[in-house]
């Protein structure tokens, strides 16, 4: 269960580094990049531990990193699938 809310925190801060990273206009603004960024550090842990370089498992820079990375992918296929439609 504290995992669970190491990702959420995570997220947060990944949502707001992924949009301090990658700037632009986002249909939702922050709100949607923080819940991007929630759902990015859970992706981004879960390959992590996946392919064996981390976890989203605390609050270590390797996480946050982890979990950035995640925001940030998952943040450019929203801009690609909203950009279509």
């Not at 925190?9 to 990273?21: H, N, T, V, Y």
């Not at 986002?26 to 550090?41: D, K, R």
């Not at 982890?66 to 943040?75: N, P, Q």
């Amino acid at each position: 269960m504290g995992e669970f809310f190491s990702w959420i925190i995570l997220g947060l801060i990944a949502g707001a580094l992924a949009k301090w990273i990658m700037p632009g206009p986002e249909p939702g603004g922050w709100i949607v990049t923080i819940i991007i960024g929630i759902v990015g550090a859970f992706i981004g842990g879960w390959l992590g531990s996946f392919i064996g370089v981390g976890t989203v498992g605390g609050l270590s820079i390797g996480s946050i990193i982890t979990a950035v990375v995640g925001a940030i992918v998952l943040l450019f296929i929203y801009r690609m699938v909203k950009s279509r439609g």
